[in-house]
């Protein structure tokens, strides 16, 4: 019996575009359909728990051979894998390297791809370019928390850091929020609030402005969007924060008092992951440990291991998207959505512009073999 014919669908970044990789508003409903169905638990993500991020290669301090790469400033290679069901069921995996150097060579900061198969044989449907995928994805988080967690009357927005991701975050939260009338942003390099500023208000037609400080960005604000990069990160003080505001944390190291964290409202995009990603660095050798660098939210774990917090304070976003749990519950609570990114997202949202892109007869399809060569 002659072997099964493979074929895929090759998508380049132009391509992605062409299929709709920057619908903003279709990515939000992408990513909160993915949430509603981590809800019902019917996921997976690497490692035997289902729930790690991904497993990365950590390059040395010093070269163990003439061509090795070393250690860097945001020097990784990543593979992000895992399972998405309902009306998805795709397997996929993100790969990506990140070189911050990368811009000395007019390349992006990370190159990224983007593979789904089918969950049963495994046969590729399809390899992309997932950078976009990537960045829309993780902007698209704090616009499905904003639906659930921001109070609905929200109409001023403080952006703080003025880099690629916080465009994307402040696009999903203007979806999400349709009473927005003004958004503050701050940028240590001011001229990139500057740039910043002009470029969003043309994108949404909305009143966004740079403001000179992170206070000025803070205080009023209704929703404040994090996403920045760096050794020093904002130290926000307390009585700057507006009573009832939504607070989403883009993967940003980001400076809160105890006193705050143990009041605020904190809900994940999925703490299983995050306690998967401390247990994982926590057993590192102390040489890797430096080069692994700062996880996500350490303060909060830091919080748990002396004691102070529970896991079980923190609520996770899955659950609330599914109807299992309560949203916002009054105006006046503070909430901090915290996140980290998952493959789960990227599958999702990859498999959405994969969809789009058959539909439009978008891309190029190639052959894996015609017929296996061993059967």
């Not at 391509?15 to 169905?37: P, R």
């Not at 390349?107 to 960045?135: K, Q």
């Not at 803070?218 to 996403?227: T, Y």
Request: charged content about 25%.
């Amino acid at each position: 019996m002659a072997g099964k014919e493979v074929k895929f669908l090759y998508l380049s970044q132009e391509d992605m575009v062409e299929a709709g990789v920057l619908d903003m508003d279709k990515c939000v409903d992408t990513i909160d359909n993915m949430f509603q169905i981590l809800g019902t638990g019917d996921y997976l993500m690497g490692g035997p728990g289902g729930n790690e991020h991904g497993i990365r290669v950590y390059f040395p301090k010093e070269p163990k051979g003439p061509h090795m790469p070393v250690a860097g400033p945001d020097r990784r290679f990543m593979a992000l894998v895992g399972y998405l069901g309902g009306k998805v069921n795709v397997c996929g995996e993100k790969w990506y390297g990140s070189n911050i150097a990368n811009y000395e060579r007019n390349l992006p900061r990370s190159i990224l791809m983007v593979v789904l198969n089918n969950p049963e044989t495994a046969e590729p449907l399809a390899i992309m370019d997932g950078t976009l995928i990537s960045a829309m994805r993780t902007g698209s988080v704090p616009g499905v928390g904003a639906k659930y967690l921001a109070r609905k009357d929200s109409e001023v927005i403080g952006v703080i850091g003025a880099g690629v991701i916080s465009r994307a975050c402040l696009m999903s939260i203007a979806c999400a929020l349709k009473n927005i009338k003004d958004v503050k942003v701050f940028d240590l390099v001011g001229k990139k609030s500057e740039d910043f500023s002009a470029y969003m208000r043309q994108k949404l037609g909305l009143n966004v402005h740079p403001v000179d400080s992170l206070e000025e960005a803070i205080k009023n604000s209704d929703v404040i969007s994090l996403a920045t990069a760096g050794t020093n990160p904002p130290f926000i003080k307390n009585e700057w924060l507006k009573e009832g505001c939504y607070i989403a944390l883009s993967g940003s190291k980001t400076d809160f008092s105890e006193d705050f964290y143990l009041t605020v409202r904190k809900v994940a995009d999925n703490w299983q992951m995050h306690t998967a990603w401390r247990q994982e660095v926590n057993e590192l050798g102390s040489e890797i440990r430096d080069l692994a660098g700062t996880i996500p939210h350490m303060d909060i774990h830091d919080l748990i291991s002396a004691g102070k917090l529970k896991a079980d304070d923190i609520d996770n976003l899955g659950p609330i998207a599914s109807g299992e749990k309560p949203g916002r519950i009054n105006d006046e609570e503070k909430i901090i959505l915290l996140t980290g990114g998952m493959s789960i997202e990227d599958i999702a949202w990859g498999y959405e512009i994969y969809q789009t892109a058959k539909k439009k007869g978008i891309g190029q399809e190639l052959t894996l073999w015609k017929e296996p060569h061993w059967l």
